[in-house]
Structure formats: C-alpha cells, structure tokens
C-alpha cells in the first residue's frame, strides 16, 4: 500500500509542477472561443434512466423567446410492469431554466408525467430511445437547463443540465442563436428528422441538418454568413494489450484527438440583404466514422460572431452490438493477434457470425454456459460504450477495456489528471491495481476524459489469467 501511495504521491507531483508551467503558457495565448456546443452523452448509472438531452435557444417568427428542449430516453434503462399484456414505464420529467443573467433574475419550470406503453415484452433490452420534444418559453437572455427524469416505479432519478442563449430581438445588433442539428434514418418505416441530443451521432443516420438563426436589426449593408463543416483528425484504434510498450506522445493514440490537424468537407456563404431574424438550415449526407465540427461565422462590427457545434460519427447501432461484425470486433481482447486478424478478414456477415459463434463454443464447450458469458461479455461492451466514449466508442479505450476483462473496479481514486483502479481489498498489489493518466485534462476546449493505462510488460500473465477466466466460463464464479 505505500509503495502504492509513494508512486501515486510522485505522479501528482509531477503533474502539478507541469500544470503550473501550462496554465503560464495558457495565460499567454489568446483566448479561444468558447461558443461551441457538444451535446450530452450519458449519466450512466447501474439501474438509472439513461437519458441524454439538449436545451437550445430560438425566435419564432414573432420575435418571441422559446427554448427547445430534446431529450433521447433509452427504454430498457427503465423499469415496466405488464398491463393487460402490454409494458408499460411511469416516468416524471422535470425541466428547469435559471437565467444567469443579473438583470433577468427569472426562473421557468415545468413538470411532466409520462407513461409509455409498449406491446413487445423485450422492450426491456432495447436500447432505442423514446424522444421527448418540448418548448418552454422564456425572455431572451443567457440561461442554465436542469433536465430531471426520474422512474416512479424504481424511484431513482437522474439530472443533466446545459445552456441556451437566445439573443434580444430588441437590440439593435447582430446577433446568433445556437445550432439544432437533426438526423434521419432512411431506413425507418416512416422516415422523419429527429433531434441530435448528443455528441455521438449512430452510423444509420443517414443526413444531418443542421438549423440556426441571425437576427440583423441593423442591416446598412449585407451580412456575410460563412460555414464550414470541418472533421478533424483522430484516434480510432483499439486500445492495445496491457504488456505492450506506452504510446509515444507524439502519437495520435496519445493525444487523442487533434483539433490542429483538419479538413473541410463543405463550406458556403450567404449574404443577407433583409433586416430581422432570419432561419437557416444546411443539410449533409452520412458521414463516416470520425469527429466532425460545424461552423458559423459571421462579420459584426469589425469583429466576429461564432457558433459551432462538434459531434463525432460512431458505429451503426452504438451503443448497441447487433451486427456480426460488431461482435467480433471486441473479441480482440480474448484473442491472438494472428487468430483475430483471420476472423476480421471474413467479409461475409452470416459467415462472420458462425465464426464467433465457433470461437465461443471452442473455448466453453457447453453452450448454455456459453450464452451465459457472451451475454456478460457484451453487456460490459455496452456498458463500456456508455460510460468511456470520447473520440471514439467506449470499448476501445483504455479504461474500456479494463472495464470489459475485469468489470467495474473496486475502488477508484483520482488526484489532477491521475487516476487508480483497484480490483482486490490489497491496495499494494501490483497485479490488481491499474494507473491511468490524462496527457491533457479536460477543460472546455477539450472536453474528453481521454485515460490512457501505464503499461507494464509484467501485466502480460495478468491478461493470460483473465482471459482462461473468460473462456473457461470460471467468469461467472468470480468478482473480478
């Protein structure tokens, strides 16, 4: 435990007196522009409604002041009860914006009693979400949104907040709200536009829309409106074997995320003559995997308007695993590299599947054992979804994959940008306490939790042991 809390010391340290030397460098920059939105991911709780949300600011054609409210309720987060053969969940939601303005000193509230009913017993399992559209009306201004959803039959609640500006009408300025960005599915019976709450966006979507608004009350001459959508580069590989060498930090791995190294996919100008408030919409085809940015400029008053909302493009189902590739790609963890790399070669979806299917069954022998494994073994691929996305999908981070071979840790402690986690009451024991660091915190310019573990080639019999846990099925018996 010492020898555990002497390295911890030591690493704080360190991280301190380089945290120091940055916020010097930092405080010599210009400062950046902090007008862009990310949308919300998931509060994952255990048993918690899984909820995502976004709160922007609008006009109506009227001049008058609405925030638009767009939550995702993941149905099996929740808890039914059969009635007269159908499911049905009893959820309350309860929406409330305080105006942080000083000379606006308001705050608007609503409460809402919901319950969705469904005829399909495995409802329970889903992880399609119930949309929840409101607007609430407010006076313009700069305000911060408390979403709380709570499960009347669970009585456990969860609570997400965001911004929404919405600018004056009244002044005699250039003024733009936030973006709403909107996907669709074509592949839906009824295909329709639907809110992007989030900042991953699933693969299906196939076009995104994006829909802002200028107010020009002050129109001597046209007013210039650049866009751009932008996809930066970054990190989309799997997180490689605990034994093997660190990251190098001039790698992309390392840093994550690089929003120095972009390229611009779509750009258009438009010039607006009229005076007020004026909508207007851009629509995209699919995008591929990747982390993208739309962008808004404009010229006001020898300076600048900017708005931009970022959001990253993920596998098709995400966070969900149904498809045949999806399910051998987490496999990796379980794998050779040379046995992986001949089951990633199989194009054919139904083929691919057999051959998962002949992995688990090769190993564990029996197969209601075997379903009990795969059952817990994607699970945690979900759960790792949920809980570590960033740049990429959750299960291929560090922590994503410790999460996946031994479950959730024991204990964690966290100090800066250092993090432990610990599988075992022995809190000195090398083979069950796992260091993290972040190379860079996040902070509103980058905003990910990106951990990366400290490698150690002495984990290579600590990994050995986990996976004969796994593909023996002694999984099952055991805690870690």
């Known amino acids: 435990m010492k020898e555990i809390e002497s390295r911890f010391k030591q690493q704080v340290e360190k991280t301190a007196s380089l945290l120091v030397m940055a916020l010097i460098i930092f405080s010599c920059t210009p400062k950046m522009n902090p007008d862009i939105q990310?949308?919300?991911?998931?509060?994952?709780?255990?048993?918690?409604?899984?909820?995502?949300?976004?709160?922007?600011g609008s006009l109506n054609e009227n001049n008058k002041a609405s925030i638009n409210i767009a939550a995702d309720i993941v149905y099996g987060s929740l808890i039914y009860k059969e009635d007269d053969g159908k499911q049905k969940a009893d959820i309350s939601i309860d929406i409330r914006a305080v105006s942080q303005d000083e000379e606006n000193a308001s705050t608007e509230s609503k409460h809402y009693d919901l319950d969705i009913e469904k005829n399909d017993p495995d409802i329970v399992h889903s992880q399609d979400s119930f949309i929840f559209k409101k607007q609430l009306e407010v006076s313009p201004g700069n305000?911060?949104?408390?979403?709380?959803?709570?499960?009347?039959?669970?009585?456990?609640?969860?609570?997400?907040?965001?911004?929404?500006?919405?600018?004056?009408?009244?002044?005699?300025?250039?003024?733009?709200?936030?973006?709403?960005?909107?996907?669709?599915?074509?592949?839906?019976?009824?295909?329709?536009?639907?809110?992007?709450?989030?900042?991953?966006?699933?693969?299906?979507?196939?076009s995104l829309k994006f829909i802002f608004q200028v107010t020009n009350n002050n129109a001597e001459e046209p007013l210039a409106i650049n866009t751009e959508l932008i996809k930066f580069k970054s990190d989309q590989s799997v997180a490689r074997p605990m034994y093997y060498a660190d990251y190098s930090p001039s790698s992309i791995e390392y840093k994550g995320i690089n929003f120095d190294k972009k390229t611009v996919i779509a750009e258009s100008q438009r010039r607006l003559i009229q005076e007020g408030s004026v909508f207007i919409e851009l629509k995209f085809d699919s995008l591929p995997r990747g982390n993208y940015r739309f962008q808004i400029t404009a010229a006001k008053g020898g300076g600048e308007l900017y708005k931009a909302r970022d959001f990253g493009v993920k596998y098709k189902y995400y966070p969900a695993i149904q498809t045949s590739r999806a399910m051998a790609r987490p496999l990796i963890y379980l794998m050779d590299e040379g046995e992986y790399e001949e089951m990633m070669k199989i194009s054919d979806p139904k083929k691919l599947k057999q051959a998962v299917d002949r992995f688990w069954l090769k190993h564990l022998g029996n197969e209601a054992t075997a379903k009990q494994v795969i059952k817990k073994y994607y699970k945690r691929v979900v759960e790792a979804n949920k809980q570590f996305s960033n740049f990429k999908a959750g299960w291929k981070t560090d922590a994503g994959m410790i999460y996946i071979l031994f479950g959730p840790p024991w204990y964690v402690e966290k100090h800066l940008n250092k993090m432990i986690w610990s599988f075992a009451y022995n809190r000195s024991d090398f083979e069950y306490n796992y260091f993290f660091f972040q190379p860079k915190m996040k902070n509103a310019y980058y905003p990910f939790e990106h951990w990366i573990l400290e490698r150690n080639p002495d984990y290579f019999n600590v990994v050995y042991r986990q996976r004969q846990l796994w593909l023996s099925g002694l999984i099952l018996q055991r805690n870690v």
Do not use: C
Request: hydrophobic residues 25%.
């Open 38 to 56: 990310r949308g919300s991911d998931y509060n994952y709780k255990p048993g918690y409604p899984q909820v995502r949300f976004s709160s922007v």
């Open 143 to 206: 305000y911060k949104v408390y979403f709380t959803i709570t499960d009347n039959q669970s009585e456990k609640k969860i609570t997400l907040t965001d911004k929404a500006y919405i600018p004056n009408p009244e002044n005699n300025v250039i003024n733009l709200t936030d973006v709403r960005m909107f996907g669709k599915d074509m592949d839906d019976d009824e295909p329709h536009w639907y809110p992007i709450t989030t900042y991953s966006v699933q693969g299906h979507t196939d």
